[in-house]
């Protein structure tokens, strides 16, 4: 990793279609529910483009201007992180280039911004912003606001993220704006020196529009895990609503792979991330 610092002043998816029939016995009616595997996999992507981006966010503004200098960095050489900080705020750039691997195995580029004020009453808000960034192939734009909080009512470190942020897929001209409410705690490898034994809780809710019509509403109603060297969530359950039904997204019991399982109507579904 590349360092630049300069202080001026005082210092999935599915692999299937599903359609669904549920049956009233009392007067026989029947519902019908289109579940499209092609909107399900670009959901599913948008979810994990989404955090893994916000991850990237929030270490490096860990190895950037909070100094939690690391011994083992999540950016490797291909990665320039530049500081400018005046002592009240500043800001700090990663730029990956055309493109860098994360030591984490996700492959990103171009550029992101952050800018930041100055610490009050133990919170600091980051505005953030991309420029031709992506992030395992995906388009990143948009941008949003994160209350960094120091020390929450746990003791440790939590952002409060405000997201609009457009997802744009390889190969098809659909995209996605996400725009929601995420609050992620890191609970596990403060202060460690690694990346490596990093895990953060995420809560919050989102929604989630398609170009092509298709929107999913998501919330979360048991806390998300995600740990660091893994590049999905390992655990948690996220309550959805898409297509004329609700139903449950299930991350598993804590195994980091690529499987998940959503219910509709009852029934058990899985998915491959």
């Not at 909070?66 to 999540?74: A, K, T």
């Not at 800001?91 to 996700?106: H, M, R, V």
């Amino acid at each position: 990793m590349k360092r630049i610092l300069i202080r001026t002043g005082l210092a999935c998816a599915f692999g299937l279609s599903i359609l669904l029939t549920a049956c009233n016995k009392d007067d026989d009616n029947q519902t019908t529910v289109n579940f499209s595997a092609e909107n399900a996999v670009l959901a599913a992507k948008t979810d994990a483009t989404v955090d893994g981006t916000l991850n990237i966010l929030e270490n490096g503004y860990e190895e950037g201007e909070n100094g939690r200098s690391p011994l083992v960095s999540l950016f490797p050489e291909c990665t320039v992180i530049t500081i400018n900080s005046n002592g009240n705020g500043g800001t700090i750039t990663l730029d990956f280039g055309a493109s860098c691997e994360l030591n984490n195995g996700a492959i990103v580029s171009g550029v992101i911004l952050m800018e930041y004020g100055a610490i009050v009453e133990g919170t600091r808000t980051i505005d953030y912003s991309f420029q031709d960034f992506t992030y395992n192939g995906n388009g990143v734009t948009g941008g949003g606001e994160i209350l960094r909080e120091i020390s929450n009512s746990n003791g440790n470190p939590s952002s409060t993220v405000n997201e609009t942020i457009v997802v744009s897929f390889p190969n098809t001209a659909v995209t996605a704006t996400r725009t929601g409410l995420r609050i992620a705690e890191w609970v596990e490898g403060i202060g460690s020196g690694t990346w490596l034994d990093n895990v953060y809780h995420i809560n919050g809710n989102w929604n989630t529009t398609f170009s092509n019509g298709f929107e999913r509403n998501g919330e979360v109603v048991e806390t998300l895990v995600r740990k660091l060297n893994c590049l999905y969530f390992v655990s948690g359950i996220i309550e959805v609503t898409q297509d004329g039904f609700t139903g449950s997204l299930d991350y598993g019991p804590g195994t980091c792979d690529n499987n998940a399982v959503i219910n509709i109507n009852g029934t058990d579904y899985p998915i491959f991330l």
